[in-house]
């Protein structure tokens, strides 16, 4: 059984990663009000978890050339460690967002590309195919898991309980790195820093003024920032439309980059001419809609399960396991039928399955979200992520040979984490901004006094903070509402928060469909085989 420990160590580490994407969801409104903080705040702070590594991922599989895939295994590991210490003792949200987003998404960029080249290292032949099952097993494991132990930590002791195991869990791995076998010899190569410095630019620019458009409007400025006390709008337009007009130019100027330092013969950080291939740019299209969607769910579900029903973290990890159980077994499901059937139609089949739970979801949007019905888009929802799951990863490493499987590793782990950077900068914000409008015309069209209309108009302006419903009548009382206004007020908030809610799962309708597009470039052929020659083809 010893050859089995080397799977063991890694597969902690990859449980600790996949967990930590999914236990902040279910324990936001403790988070916020641990804090003293706000939805929206904990909304970039989810986003830039994920936003970080997408932007930093390519660079962390070339430091593993480098440096050695178990020196960066290490490495990543403490950097994580460290993060996760300081998330845990974070005494506000600015430190949470340092500790969490930024330092253990750096420390994951060499964390995640390490732990497959790992596995392949110190595994051969049959041993490799169970290793790496294994690898996934614990992942699908943490996925099913995540909620219900954020639920229940959270719940009955502590969300930063959570944070203090992963720095145990992740120094017993870097304390037990040792047996792990480092076979692939460093490669002495220069790292393009312009490379870096556009790709992450062009990524944090893009997926920043998503996440902002709920203040500032997409097109015609809501809210006009002030700069050194100055308003910017350039040209009367909102900053979120300049961000991501400026985010596509670096990302432009990015694969500019790499064509001329293939031209000089250096080092691309990436190879960008495999986008030249079809099914790997197919697949890693529908791999980045699939983790939006994700992402979108388990970012607007748990706000309205505990801001509009007060549940508590263990109560909405309880509601969202139907999803993460379908996806783990459907995952399996989708890799038995992709014996007779093509990844194609596997993939079509997920996609059409999802469109049709994000309709059950939206018709399960009630004041009580309808138990049985949402429970069933939930479920339907995972068993259509499952399927995808199940076909995306064969199909890309599939799409080349097996020389670019690293960089390949690299490029799924960026659109995986920007998918999930987009769903949670997306939907996030249609959920805030739909609740915003919501709110305001409810109040105008209600029967409440002019000067209380006035009153509310003037103290929501600048948009409306997602606070518990409950909390919603002694807020309004507090601001010199009469009780009868207070409570008018509580039930349109109420009802503004349920077609928000509506809105966010159209959205997701949307994507759903959207993706349909990006499939038709996925393997007919029963049985993907890897590719052998060489040469790129569209």
Do not use: H
């Given at each position: 059984?010893?050859?089995?420990?080397?799977?063991?160590?890694?597969?902690?580490?990859?449980?600790?990663?996949?967990?930590?994407?999914?236990?902040?969801?279910?324990?936001?409104?403790?988070?916020?009000?641990?804090?003293?903080?706000?939805?929206?705040?904990?909304?970039?702070?989810?986003?830039?978890?994920?936003?970080?590594?997408?932007?930093?991922m390519l660079l962390g599989a070339k430091l593993g050339d480098v440096w050695g895939r178990r020196r960066a295994f290490v490495i990543g590991s403490c950097v994580y460690a460290a993060g996760s210490l300081v998330t845990a003792l974070s005494p506000n949200v600015q430190t949470l967002f340092l500790g969490w987003s930024v330092i253990e998404g750096l420390g994951a960029v060499l964390v995640i590309p390490a732990i497959a080249a790992l596995v392949a290292d110190n595994y051969h032949g049959r041993d490799r195919v169970t290793a790496f099952a294994v690898v996934g097993a614990v992942s699908g494991a943490a996925v099913a898991a995540g909620p219900l132990i954020g639920g229940f930590v959270t719940t009955y002791f502590d969300w930063r309980y959570v944070f203090v195991a992963e720095v145990v869990i992740m120094l017993g791995v870097v304390?037990?790195?040792?047996?792990?076998?480092?076979?692939?010899?460093?490669?002495?190569?220069r790292i393009d820093v312009l490379s870096v410095g556009l790709s992450s630019a062009g990524l944090v620019l893009v997926v920043l003024g998503m996440l902002q458009s709920k203040t500032w409007g997409w097109v015609l400025p809501l809210k006009i920032p002030l700069i050194g006390g100055v308003s910017v709008a350039p040209l009367g337009i909102s900053l979120t439309a300049w961000f991501i007009v400026a985010g596509v130019a670096f990302l432009t100027l990015f694969v500019v980059r790499q064509r001329r330092l293939v031209r000089t013969a250096r080092p691309p950080l990436l190879n960008v001419e495999m986008f030249t291939l079809t099914s790997l740019r197919?697949?890693?299209?529908?791999?980045?809609?699939?983790?939006?969607?994700?992402?979108?769910?388990?970012?607007?579900?748990?706000?309205?399960?505990?801001?509009?029903?007060?549940?508590?973290?263990?109560?909405?990890?309880i509601r969202i396991f139907p999803l993460s159980v379908a996806l783990v077994l459907f995952s399996i499901v989708g890799t038995a039928l992709s014996k007779r059937m093509s990844p194609r139609a596997i993939v079509?089949?997920?996609?059409?399955?999802?469109?049709?739970?994000?309709?059950?979801?939206?018709g399960s949007a009630t004041s009580d979200l309808r138990g049985g019905l949402f429970a069933l888009g939930m479920f339907l929802s995972g068993a259509a992520l499952g399927l995808l799951a199940s076909q995306l990863g064969n199909v890309n490493m599939s799409s080349v040979t097996e020389k670019e499987t690293s960089e390949v590793g690299g490029l799924q782990g960026v659109f995986q984490n920007l998918g999930s950077s987009l769903g949670t900068a997306l939907i996030g914000s249609i959920l805030i901004g739909a609740l915003s409008t919501s709110f305001a015309s409810g109040v105008a069209g209600s029967d409440l006094p002019t000067e209380t209309k006035q009153t509310v108009s003037n103290s929501t302006q600048n948009g409306v903070t997602i606070v518990p419903s409950a909390d919603v009548a002694q807020i309004a009382e507090d601001a010199g509402l009469d009780d009868a206004a207070a409570e008018q007020l509580a039930e349109i908030y109420r009802d503004s928060q349920l077609s928000s809610l509506r809105i966010a799962f159209f959205g997701l309708i949307v994507i759903s469909l959207l993706s349909l597009f990006f499939s038709r470039g996925i393997p007919t052929e029963i049985e993907v085989r890897r590719r052998r020659a060489p040469e790129y083809a569209g």
């Open positions: 059984m010893k050859k089995w420990n080397v799977v063991f160590v890694l597969g902690c580490a990859q449980f600790v990663m996949v967990l930590d994407g999914t236990v902040m969801n279910v324990s936001i409104s403790t988070v916020v009000d641990d804090l003293d903080t706000t939805v929206a705040a904990m909304q970039g702070a989810i986003t830039f978890y994920t936003l970080t590594m997408a932007a930093f304390l037990c790195a040792r047996i792990i076998t480092d076979a692939t010899r460093r490669r002495s190569i197919s697949g890693l299209a529908v791999l980045g809609a699939q983790y939006t969607v994700t992402a979108g769910l388990f970012f607007m579900v748990p706000v309205y399960l505990q801001m509009t029903l007060g549940l508590d973290a263990l109560q909405t990890g079509r089949t997920g996609q059409l399955l999802l469109v049709f739970s994000a309709f059950i979801l939206l």
